[in-house]
């Protein structure tokens, strides 16, 4: 699908039980966010699954064709949260034990950014209205396995 028809398309992102996906590969996306919190900007990022992923169906893996963004992440490889404290030191889990997960914090106040806010409501750093805006989203692709399991998928995503 064309980036103008994502972009008009609006919400494509969805929310349901944790999910185990894998792939060979992998990208971070890049947007920035204001912190409820302080009001500064903060760098965001999201964990991206190739086209050609694979995800856990019951007992069988299914190959999904198309890309998608990860949120809600509740899992990730030791090889994956490695890559992130080098590259990504502010999307980890949070230290209060009763919100399970990785989520982004804050660069300047360490306040947690809520995905929800990031990846489902239109205007959000993962979910641009304008072609400027995904434009703005930076994407690092990594040569890396990806395993991950994530309750929140943003189909085919305009970045
Ligand atoms: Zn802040």
Same mark, same amino acid.
């Given at each position: 699908?064309?980036?103008?028809? /994502?972009?008009?398309?609006? !919400? &494509?992102? /969805?929310?349901? %039980? $944790? ?6 590969? +992998?990208?971070?996306?890049? #947007?920035?966010? /204001?912190?409820? @919190? ?7 990022? &999201?964990?991206?699954?190739?086209? %050609? ?15 998608? &963004?990860?949120? +809600?992440?509740?899992?990730? &490889? ?6 992130? #404290?080098?590259?990504?030191?502010? +999307? ?24 929800? !806010? ?6 959000? #750093?993962? /979910?641009?209205?304008?072609? $400027?805006?995904?434009?703005?989203? %930076?994407?690092?692709?990594? @040569?890396? !396995?990806? !395993?991950?399991? $994530? ?9």
């Amino acid at each position: 699908m064309g980036l103008l028809a /994502q972009l008009a398309q609006g !919400d &494509s992102a /969805q929310v349901g %039980r $944790a999910m185990k996906i894998r792939a060979d590969r +992998y990208a971070i996306a890049s #947007a920035s966010a /204001q912190c409820p @919190a302080c009001g500064r900007w903060t760098q965001v990022v &999201s964990l991206v699954a190739p086209e %050609r992923h694979e995800r856990l169906l019951e007992r069988d893996w299914e190959t999904v064709a198309e890309r998608v &963004s990860l949120f +809600y992440v509740t899992q990730l &490889s030791a090889g994956v949260r490695r890559r992130l #404290a080098t590259l990504t030191p502010w +999307y980890r889990q949070p230290a209060a034990a009763s919100q399970p997960g990785f989520v982004n914090h804050c660069e300047h106040c360490a306040h947690p950014l809520d995905d929800h !806010d990031l990846h489902c409501e239109p205007g959000g #750093a993962f /979910q641009p209205q304008t072609l $400027a805006e995904a434009q703005g989203i %930076r994407v690092w692709e990594i @040569a890396e !396995d990806l !395993d991950a399991e $994530a309750g929140g998928c943003g189909h085919d995503p305009a970045f």
